[in-house]
């Protein structure tokens, strides 16, 4: 599939009538081993922030991993929940461990604990549901430059709860070629990695303790009103990799945006609202935005709302061989929020990308996007891949496109017009 998303990490929800909504998982460490004995616990807030308030007694439900790292927290209520997940490597009474759960001058664990906590919200529309969560702990991890920040801008936690959070990529591997560099991930690694978690401060502040971070990792920022009768869900405010801090080891400053409920509909071909949601082929609402960020949403209805910062877009819907065409639009304070999106089948295309010489353009990381106009200068962002040449395309309509070849680090990258027809033959490009 050509759409590659960078979806925050966010966790699949699985229904279950008539059930009490309930949270379950793994606990992993660091090396991706589960952890036997870690402490879980769910607290009922308020506040979208941290709070010393709401770790006043004992929590409302709480639990042990098994010795495969397996938790649950079965029977929670409608509203919003600070989960935190507590590992030790020695041996912790309960009462130790709730203890160690509360939250400490400066934000980060003690030695030899280690600590990740997130935030749920359940209401109507989630009730008997279980979400399933893969929680990483840093158990033994030591750091030279452990991660800590803030979030600033429109930080509002009397509105909504958020949650930072920070995927490991693993080694990474980058060789020299000519005119290239040739970026590999370690094969013995996995791909699926849990997410490192925790919620700032009333002040904004957070930080991951002995995390051992990389300059490749990904850090995002979460968050969902806390007004149950409004809140479309969890959304992502913020997604990158530390490298695109400056002096990141520091501390980051991770900037908000005001943001605003975008309404995402889909269409069939002649207009009429999308019905066929049925069988294995699901609707997805495809989001990226102009930081380099991406969001991918599966849809149960041909309508989602979603809160959404303020600035340009590209968004597409999909389902099966059928997709709409990559649309741009801005959301402002005061402009539309609203954005249809129309499916129609989709062929596959097949891209050669050819340098000045008729040869192979080298193998490189590339971005699509729709025709540049003044108000969107910069639309290419939706990623993809040159593998010796060749790209193959799909859930893209036909039309007009243009493409970013490179990522611009070592010498500036190439924008060139795609214009995507029909047809048995392959598309050869030109490359300057």
Known sequence: MFIATCALLLAGVLSAPNAESRLAGVVRDAK?????????????????????????????????????????????????????????????????????????????????????????????????????????????????????????????????????????????????????????????????????????????????GSLDVSPHDLIEVASFTLDLEDSPGISAQFSGILIGFEHWQDGVEIPILSQRTVTLRAFEPDGTTLLDLGGNEALSFSVWDGAGGSTEWDGDAAEIERPLKLGTYLVQASQGRGASAITAFTLDAVGPAEVALVLKTCPDFTVHLVDQHGAPFASTSLKLGVEASAAFPQPCRIGAFCENGVVELSHVLPGTYQVQIGNGFRKPASIVSLDLKPGDEPIVVNVP
């Open 32 to 208: 991706d081993q589960p952890i036997a004995g870690a402490w879980l616990e769910a607290r009922r807030t308020e506040h979208g922030a941290l709070t010393a308030k709401d770790f006043e007694g004992a929590p409302a439900k709480s639990a042990r991993s098994d010795a495969e790292g397996r938790w649950a927290l079965p029977g929670l209520d409608d509203g919003t929940w600070i989960v935190t997940a507590v590992a030790s490597t020695t041996p912790r009474t309960d009462d130790e461990m709730q203890q160690l759960a509360r939250p400490v001058s400066g934000g980060a664990a003690p030695e030899g604990v280690a600590l990740s906590r997130l935030v749920r919200q359940f209401g109507t529309a989630s009730k008997g549901n279980t979400e399933r969560l893969d929680i990483g702990l840093p158990l033994g991890c030591t750091t030279a430059t452990p991660l800590h920040g803030r979030i600033t801008g429109v930080f509002a936690p009397d509105r909504f709860a958020y949650e930072v959070r920070v995927t490991r990529t693993g080694p990474i591997h980058t060789q020299a070629g000519e005119g290239t560099v040739a970026i590999t991930f370690d094969s013995s690694y996995k791909q699926a990695q849990p997410a490192y978690s925790v919620v700032p401060d009333a002040d904004g502040r957070f930080d991951f």
